[in-house]
């Protein structure tokens, strides 16, 4: 007789970065990142019992709000080597500060169709309630899960899991602080089980960015009677701008002329400072209205929001992306047009890879 087949171990790499769930207090007051990723993982209840092997990766011990560009960039290279190794999926550990941002950016550098979920908590292991050791449960099961894959980098929080393009923090200090505004969450964790209940549409991703490459990148938001001196003063220091502009993409008309000539230098993105719904392209006609500016040069973000614009427009600077590519890479990130516009090719799911293959064998 033939020897019975096994089923793969299931294996999650747990990178540990510091923040809020990894922090206690110190000699002083207020607390700080202490606890190793070792630390994280041990205190979570029922993680024995889950039939997944964990592996632990102490990679940085900082708040969230410290993290780099330098310091994502170099985590979805080494998440990218134990995925390539044979992980079943990757878990990063963060401070909340800046996971919409971080786990955008190691979406669009993440090319394997093993997940990569992003997970930190609201409440210090300090406090009562702490929500760590639930979070990272719940997303060592979403990374150890076959419904997880394709889905490019997910954050994990309160058993809701979001799609990284679409996540934001909405609130300082509520447990339930992520949302996806525009979409809602695309699955959930029930009884131990990953439930999807949709799946994105398409991945984008980028190639590595140089680490020689220091693109500035900035962002400024409008404000009632913002003041045009201040585009001026920043402007020169700017290989890139987000505008962060009213509701459907306006700015007061004494921004239109510093706009008009930062954007015939750098590009310049504009996006919309509220919180959900897209930027227009047509609908009004007066100085400083979205029609206005994009004729103006102005670069459309759609549905693409001011924080992940810049993650976005600074990534294709690094990446030393064609200045004649940087508008298409944005009209596709930000729903405005299909993903055969993009400029790289696309990951293809795993799924359809191996339809190719038997197709052609």
Same mark, same amino acid.
């Given at each position: 007789? =033939?020897?019975?087949?096994?089923?793969?171990?299931?294996?999650?790499?747990?990178?540990?970065?510091?923040?809020?769930?990894?922090?206690?207090?110190?000699? #002083?007051? &207020?607390?700080?990142?202490?606890? =190793?990723?070792?630390?994280?993982?041990?205190?979570? $209840?029922?993680?024995?019992?889950?039939?997944?092997?964990?592996?632990?990766?102490?990679?940085?011990? /900082?708040?969230?709000?410290?993290?780099?560009?330098?310091?994502?960039?170099?985590?979805?290279?080494?998440?990218?080597? !134990?995925?390539?190794?044979?992980?079943?999926?990757?878990?990063?550990?963060?401070?909340?500060?800046?996971? !919409? !941002?971080?786990?955008?950016l190691l979406d669009l550098l993440h090319q394997r169709p093993e997940p990569v979920v992003v997970?930190?908590?609201?409440? +210090?292991?300090?406090?009562?309630?702490?929500?760590?050791?639930? @979070?990272?449960?719940?997303?060592?099961?979403?990374?150890a899960s076959p419904a997880a894959r394709d889905q490019g980098c997910l954050v994990v929080l309160?058993? !809701?899991?979001?799609?990284?393009?679409?996540?934001?923090?909405?609130? =300082?200090? @509520?447990?339930?602080?992520?949302? =996806?505004?525009?979409?809602?969450?695309?699955?959930?964790?029930?009884?131990?089980?990953?439930?999807?209940?949709?799946?994105?549409?398409?991945?984008?991703?980028? %190639?590595?960015?140089?680490? +020689?490459?220091?693109?500035?990148?900035?962002?400024?938001?409008?404000?009632?009677?913002?003041? %045009?001196?201040?585009?001026?003063?920043?402007? $020169?220091?700017?290989?890139?701008?987000?505008?962060?502009?009213? #509701?459907?993409?306006?700015?007061?008309?004494?921004?239109?002329? $510093?706009?008009?000539?930062?954007?015939? /230098?750098?590009p310049v993105v504009l996006a919309s400072r509220t919180p959900a719904g897209p930027t227009l392209?047509?609908?009004?006609?007066?100085?400083?209205?979205?029609?206005?500016?994009?004729?103006?040069?102005?670069?459309?973000?759609?549905?693409?929001?001011?924080?992940?614009?810049?993650?976005?427009? /600074?990534?294709?600077?690094?990446?030393?992306?064609?200045?004649?590519?940087?508008?298409?890479?944005?009209?596709?990130? &930000? +729903?405005?047009?299909?993903?055969?516009?993009?400029?790289? $090719?696309? %990951?293809?799911?795993?799924?359809?890879?191996?339809?190719?293959?038997?197709?052609?064998?």
């Amino acid at each position: 007789m =033939s020897p019975t087949p096994t089923t793969p171990a299931l294996r999650v790499v747990v990178f540990g970065l510091g923040g809020t769930i990894a922090m206690t207090s110190g000699a #002083g007051e &207020g607390v700080s990142p202490t606890l =190793s990723a070792h630390d994280l993982v041990d205190a979570v $209840p029922g993680l024995a019992s889950a039939g997944i092997d964990i592996e632990v990766v102490d990679f940085r011990r /900082r708040p969230g709000a410290s993290l780099t560009f330098a310091d994502v960039t170099a985590l979805a290279s080494a998440a990218t080597r !134990e995925l390539a190794e044979g992980a079943t999926g990757v878990v990063v550990a963060q401070g909340t500060d800046t996971i !919409e !941002e971080t786990a955008y950016l190691l979406d669009l550098l993440h090319q394997r169709p093993e997940p990569v979920v992003v997970t930190g908590a609201m409440r +210090n292991p300090t406090m009562a309630g702490a929500d760590g050791p639930a @979070n990272i449960l719940a997303a060592i099961q979403t990374a150890a899960s076959p419904a997880a894959r394709d889905q490019g980098c997910l954050v994990v929080l309160a058993d !809701e899991i979001h799609a990284a393009r679409w996540a934001a923090k909405t609130h =300082s200090t @509520n447990g339930a602080t992520f949302r =996806s505004p525009d979409t809602g969450p695309i699955g959930y964790i029930m009884e131990g089980a990953v439930q999807l209940l949709t799946r994105v549409p398409h991945r984008l991703t980028i %190639p590595t960015p140089s680490q +020689n490459e220091k693109a500035r990148v900035g962002l400024h938001t409008v404000s009632l009677d913002d003041d %045009p001196t201040l585009l001026d003063t920043i402007g $020169p220091h700017c290989d890139g701008l987000v505008v962060a502009g009213f #509701g459907v993409g306006h700015v007061p008309e004494p921004l239109v002329q $510093p706009l008009t000539t930062l954007a015939a /230098r750098i590009p310049v993105v504009l996006a919309s400072r509220t919180p959900a719904g897209p930027t227009l392209t047509r609908t009004y006609g007066f100085p400083g209205s979205e029609r206005d500016l994009l004729t103006r040069g102005l670069i459309p973000a759609g549905w693409l929001h001011p924080y992940k614009a810049r993650i976005l427009l /600074r990534a294709l600077l690094a990446a030393q992306t064609k200045p004649q590519d940087i508008a298409p890479a944005f009209a596709v990130a &930000g +729903n405005l047009d299909g993903p055969a516009s993009w400029p790289w $090719p696309t %990951p293809t799911p795993i799924g359809d890879e191996r339809r190719h293959q038997t197709a052609h064998a």
